[in-house]
């Protein structure tokens, strides 16, 4: 079928009212593009031209458009980089987002043969095809409609399929798109739609078909943007100095149900820790939704049996990039969901991990405290965690903890013994929320109730070093559930709530002392992830509390896998084992607690403002 060429284009001048056939075309684009090289460069500039459109073209332009195109695509060993600059800028600079069908497929179909014709334009059309992750800036709200939803199928479908091709006739051009993806991802203060597109982007080529060869760098180049979003978000945004309430008064379980005006009007809230400060937060608005991206990613990694695949390279980033970030506040909740999937895979890798980086001498201190603090915080929120597990895990802290002792004796000392100091406050933040379940273990009084005893009563004194809040409440539960027994005097006011320049001493200038890595998730969007699998603190039964539930939706899931009550406490049995252990009487816990234990009073949150 012939085309009849418009004579109101100055680019179409020579070929003025003529009709030409798909095969004259073919020979006349072949014309142009030889004639370059013996000095006569009409034919190519009409060619330029054509490929350099602007605004919106009539179809008889879009016919020849699409049929230049095509004859471009059998005649690329006719194309020279050099001669041929022009026309290649003007074919590399076409956006797809703009394009019809047809004019996308014959583009495709170009780019596809000049990258399998020759190695040097590998890279360039890799450029192009990433350039069209995302569209103008001028289309950017479109995408919100169902239109703009259609074309950015239209659009990413064959920018995506183009790429897993080149993948098969060209085998290097997964490791040369490695590179152009990362350079090319939009700055953190990019529009918050051009993220998410990117975003997902991303993720479709850790799940395509060369997936493997790039998945490590598309997760890890996600999780930087992640935290390069976090750290900008302040933490006078989400948290306000309040004195009257502590760690474990911040809860955000009963607001769930209210509306964005009743957040923003309540003064029931925790004025500690509220979503209220990052209301209107474009920085805490982008990554909430760049996360709720990754977590339905992973929900289809999970689905699809990739997830532990997947997990492995979000482990290396985690590592290198969430857990080296100073006090990240809510990316790392991405690894809370992965291991929410799957707890027994997943789960059991992330703790290993953050128990071997711990207990290795090799790491520099702050690396080691922040990596308990993770665990603590993990094995006390994790909703999906096992009651086994958990002592699992905390029985390999105290044994550190005891094999410290052992070999230290000097006295107290924060700075000298900081290491020590955050593996005694993650066992009791633990146990804290975890005493009521962990004392039905069978094992948990030989192997867990003594070596604690013998830890707390060593001469380097965690309890009086340790967060005060978290030591008063391990105390509280302790007395309750008949742990510790001694006919000695303990002065229990010393270890009484307030703010103690030991915690502060072995915390550091980083407070990690008051670092909880999994409080409660602010992020709107993403919380709605997090809190099934999510154990508040007001859904723990202290030792103290003597109110029977009448269901297990009060409890928290994982206190169901033991049945029963511990039985009581034995002082015999108790000392045997302390003398087994070859420890003489007076370096057993200066137990027993005053008659009258005082309420804890409160101290500012983990993650106050004050501690930066």
Known sequence: MGIEIRNDNVGYRELNNVDITDSDLFYHVRDALTSVSKGDSDKYNQLVAVMHHRGRLAPDEVALLVTSLKALSVAVSHIDNVLHHSLLVSIFSMNMWSCRIDVMDALIELIISLAASSGKYVDSCLEMLVGNFTPPSSMIEFLKQPRGISIKYQVLSRVHSSLEVLADLVPISPMRLLPIVIQRKPHYTSKEASLVVYAENMLKLESCIFGELVRSTMLSGLIDLLVDLDVEIGWDDILH????????????????EASDDELMDSSELPRELSRKGLVGNLFAEKLDNLMVVVFEHLNSCEEGGRLNEVFGNLLQSFQKTVLTAYKSKFSQFIMFYACALDPENCGSRFTKMLLDIFVCNTHPPILRMSAVAYLASYLSRGKFLSTSSIA???????????????????????????????????????????????????????????????????????????LPSIVTEFLRQSKAADLFTSSEKFNFDEYLESESEFSKAFGGMERLDMFFPFDPCLLKRSDSFIRPNYVYWSMVRPTYNDEEEDSSDEEVEVNTEIEGNHEDFDIDEFDNALNQMSITPKNRFAGGFNEHLRMPSRIRPSTSPESL
């Open 241 to 256: 100095d309040d004195s009257t309430k502590g760690i474990f008064n911040m809860e955000l379980e009963d607001i769930d």
């Open 392 to 466: 699992k895990t905390l029985k390999s802290l105290v044994e550190w903890c005891l094999d410290y002792c052992n070999s230290h004796e000097g006295e107290i000392n924060p700075k000298a013994h900081r290491i020590f100091y955050s593996g005694c406050q993650a066992i009791m933040y633990v146990l804290c929320f975890r005493m009521r379940s962990l004392v039905g273990v069978p094992w948990f009084k030989s192997q867990l109730l003594v070596p604690i005893n013998l830890i707390l009563s060593h001469n380097l004194s965690p309890l009086k070093v340790c």
